[in-house]
């Protein structure tokens, strides 16, 4: 059974940084692919970056260049450092890690959740 603790939102000045931890513990974190999603008010939620088993990392658009995404496996833990924190980053941040095995089946799990407020 996955055991999930995210931690590190809360509320940021325009130009700030904020930096969000996510350990998962029950699982064999190595074989599995990460991801950080966000969703705002009255909005869907958005994949705001990915880190694979391998270490392949990619971001949406808006965060390239601010957000950067690392594992550390030997700490089964994983983390969003975000730099030049804007308005618009304003979500609830969750952690999201995910397996598919070679016959189908898929093994994921979600963070609570994080909120992360970005205002002067």
């Known amino acids: 059974q996955a055991h999930i603790v995210e931690s590190g939102g809360g509320l940021v000045q325009p130009g700030g940084s904020l930096r969000l931890s996510c350990a998962i513990s029950g699982i064999d974190f190595e074989a599995f692919a990460l991801g950080w999603y966000r969703q705002g008010p009255g909005s869907r939620r958005v994949l705001v970056a990915t880190?694979?088993?391998?270490?392949?990392?990619s971001y949406t658009d808006s965060v390239k260049d601010r957000f950067i995404v690392s594992r550390d496996n030997g700490k089964n833990t994983f983390t969003l450092q975000m730099n030049d924190l804007k308005p618009e980053d304003t979500a609830v941040y969750l952690c999201?890690?995910?397996?598919?095995?070679?016959?189908?089946?898929?093994?994921?799990?979600w963070g609570q959740g994080t909120q992360v407020t970005v205002s002067s």
């Open positions: 999201h890690a995910i397996r598919r095995m070679p016959w189908g089946k898929e093994y994921q799990y």
């Open positions: 880190i694979s088993s391998r270490g392949e990392i």
